[in-house]
């Protein structure tokens, strides 16, 4: 197999993992247009000068369309439909200013840190209903073809493209929403739960409704203005670990549940158990998708190969039904390191830094060595509001004496306190980005809206971003966790010295040098920290008190 033809320079990404979706999949699958909210300016691109932004109205699919190649072939074989019948009544155009026509074939090499994780499916955006655009300022339609709502917001219609088409081929309707709505969300059975879009304003879950194929109605008990923003956020699809599911493949999906056969057995609802595997179109190859790319082959912890899913719901202006890479490969590399060599011998097509635990520090030597690795490399402002690293406690540590104490928000607060950011922006970041106590995105809507929502944004970045280590020791005596034999280090209330261990799935340079920083932080108010590595499909879920 040959590489894109309009592909002669590899491309490496320092960003985020909003960003990587845009600028892998930009002339791919796209961000839709439609609904504006108000102006936003587009993503910084390195020194690359193109067009900016996207279309905010959506585009009229043009009069003819075109195939790649390997697809034209099938054709002609008569194994599969034209492309005509293959794409929805009015495809998805692609509204990006900044995307050019590509060349149809070849293949990309990608890394990947593990082969069950969130950042794959960001790659394969295609199940989400709403789409946003201009750093989240517009929103545009996606598989909703449009929208509206009545006068305050307490009911939305939402009018689904006719035609899409699942990956192998079958009919794509609203019966496949309610069975994720109905047989999972609201089943006690399974461990879905109702995404923050589906409930109202005073927190009750909405009533949701299917007058026919292509049409979904969400009745509030009060007003929920946010739905079309929220239903725009995420990329959506496998299993739920990048924004909720929204939909399956009932037609597929259904054996596997014991509403539809009753043979499945009692554990079909488990985390990781036999629904949840096989319903993953990143892990099941027989599991269809909406995606540019449908899984062809796939390996636990060591690949994934991927092909072009021929039923794609998206074009380019020029009517070529996207996307226009035949094939994409992803190795896992579990060692940064080795990563980091292959990726400068030329090994891989794509790689985008957090998902291969690069960041600035590496960029020099990326550079430095672009001569034999054909490779460009491409600073984004990913917007996100927290950096590539964060750190989340345990809410449920098995520990009852422990567990209470991270509840206790004054306990939080006095790590938050004692934790010097700024050294860490200054060392590990090189000046750049913004002291925070980590927000959501500052580009996101309820920031913009008014001055108040400014306001809210700043309170939340600034709480307890210190450095205040006298302030920490403080709250920390007021808990009653104090040093009670003079060694130095704390003892909590019960008499159980003080430790905490941090997990973290990434052992890059920024990791390792962040939590370092931090354990010392921490050590100084008079406590013992340690972290260790733990695999990206296992963080979160284990018994650490923080992650």
């Known amino acids: ?57 959506a585009l009229t699919p043009p009069a003819k369309f075109r195939e790649a190649p390997m697809l034209t072939k099938l054709v002609e074989a008569g194994t599969l439909p034209p492309v005509e019948k293959r794409l929805p009544t009015k495809p998805y155009v692609v509204p990006h200013r900044w995307v050019k026509t590509g060349n149809y074939g070849g293949w990309l090499r990608m890394s990947t840190p593990d082969t069950a994780n969130g950042q794959i499916r960001q790659y394969m955006y295609g199940h989400s209903p709403l789409r946003w655009l201009n750093d989240g300022m517009d929103i545009g339609p996606g598989l909703v073809e449009s929208w509206e709502s009545n006068d305050d917001a307490s009911q939305w219609t939402l009018h689904f493209r006719e035609g899409l088409r699942w990956s192998d081929g079958k009919t794509w309707t609203t019966a496949d929403i309610m ?70 493949p009932k037609h597929f999906a259904q054996q596997f549940h014991p509403k539809y056969n009753p043979k499945v057995g009692e554990n ?23 995606t540019g790319w449908r899984l062809s082959a796939y390996r636990e912890g060591q690949f994934l190969q991927w092909e072009r899913n021929p039923y794609y719901w ?18 896992a590399v579990k060692d940064p390191e080795v990563g980091k060599l292959q990726l400068q011998q030329g090994k ?26 054909g490779m460009n490399v491409y600073l984004w402002d990913g917007g996100d509001g927290t950096g590539p690293t964060g750190f989340f406690f345990n809410y449920d540590y098995k520990d009852p004496a422990m567990r209470a104490l991270i509840r206790e928000p004054r306990f939080r607060q006095a790590l938050s306190l004692a934790f010097n950011r700024a050294e860490v922006q200054k060392s590990v970041h090189f000046g750049t980005g913004e002291l925070t106590t980590g927000t959501m995105s500052p580009k996101a809507i309820e920031y913009h809206v008014n001055a108040e929502g400014r306001k809210v944004y700043q309170q939340w970045r600034d709480s307890f971003v210190g450095p205040d280590p006298e302030q920490a020791k403080k709250l920390l005596d007021e808990l009653g966790v104090v040093d009670k034999d003079g060694d130095g280090k704390r003892e909590r209330p019960d008499g159980t010295k003080l430790a905490i261990l941090t997990h973290a799935a990434d052992a890059g340079q920024v990791t390792q040098q962040t939590n370092n920083l931090m354990r010392r932080d921490w050590e100084a108010i008079g406590w013992t920290s340690g972290w260790t590595r733990s695999r990206r499909s296992h963080s979160g879920h284990g018994g650490s008190p923080v992650t």
């Open 179 to 248: 069975f994720w709505w109905e047989d999972l969300v609201l089943n006690e059975a399974h461990s879905a739960v109702p995404p923050d879009e589906m409930r109202s304003g005073k927190g009750t879950l909405a009533k949701v409704t299917a007058p026919d194929d292509f049409t979904l109605v969400l009745d509030y008990d009060a007003p929920a203005p946010l739905t079309a923003d929220r239903l725009a956020m995420w990329v959506k699809g496998g299993n739920g670990d990048n924004g909720p599911i929204w939909m399956l």
């Open 348 to 373: 891989f097509d794509y790689v985008h830094g957090p998902y291969a635990s690069l960041s600035l520090a590496d960029v020099s030597g990326l550079k430095s060595t672009s001569a034999r690795s």
């Open 314 to 331: 998206c074009v380019d202006r020029e009517g070529g039904q996207l996307p226009y890479v035949d094939r994409l490969v992803m190795n």
């Open 268 to 290: 079909w609802a488990t985390a990781g158990g036999p629904f949840e595997l096989n319903t993953d179109f990143a892990r099941n190859p027989r599991c269809p998708t909406m």
């Open 1 to 57: 197999m040959k590489h894109p033809t309009d592909s002669s320079r590899r491309t490496f990404l320092v960003g985020s993992a909003m960003t990587a979706a845009v600028a892998l999949l930009g002339g791919c699958a796209g961000d839709g247009g439609g609904g504006a909210k108000q102006a936003g300016g587009p993503p910084a691109g390195g020194k690359v000068k193109t067009p900016v932004g996207s279309e905010t109205k």
